[in-house]
């Protein structure tokens, strides 16, 4: 049975010193530190941009819906836009849901 379990044996030598608890303190602050770096930092500063780009919509800007529909706006409310995708076609969406402001001519171009 020696082959599935393996065997425990006393080991000679006093106990032995396991690393120093402000080891352990410092390798988890190191790794808030990392993760803040790498996952939160990116995430807060994307979510600011998204706000200002958001807040800085005005009628006639061209833009994709985070659905990928290309459109234009006609209206701009406080929670809602209008964006007109074809002619007499037109979709009232959420501000939030505005995921990037295309450069003017870009319907034309991708008609």
């Given at each position: 049975?020696?082959?599935?379990i393996?065997?425990?044996?006393?080991?000679?030598?006093?106990?032995?010193?396991?690393p120093s608890?402000?080891?352990?303190?410092?390798?988890?602050?190191?790794?808030f530190?990392?993760?803040?770096?790498?996952?939160?930092?990116?995430?807060?500063?994307?979510?600011k941009?998204?706000?200002?780009l958001?807040?800085?919509?005005?009628?006639?800007?061209?833009?994709?819906?985070n659905?990928g529909?290309?459109?234009?706006?006609?209206?701009?409310g406080?929670?809602?836009?209008?964006?007109?995708?074809?002619d007499?076609?037109?979709?009232?969406?959420?501000?939030?849901?505005i995921a990037?402001?295309?450069?003017?001519?870009?319907?034309?171009?991708?008609?």
């Amino acid at each position: 049975m020696d082959f599935l379990i393996s065997s425990a044996y006393a080991q000679a030598g006093g106990p032995q010193a396991g690393p120093s608890p402000m080891a352990n303190i410092l390798l988890l602050v190191g790794m808030f530190v990392l993760f803040y770096f790498i996952l939160i930092r990116p995430q807060q500063k994307r979510l600011k941009e998204h706000k200002n780009l958001v807040a800085s919509l005005k009628k006639g800007d061209e833009v994709v819906t985070n659905g990928g529909v290309l459109g234009k706006l006609i209206e701009v409310g406080e929670n809602f836009v209008v964006v007109q995708i074809a002619d007499n076609v037109e979709i009232k969406v959420q501000r939030q849901a505005i995921a990037t402001v295309m450069p003017k001519g870009t319907m034309k171009s991708a008609a």
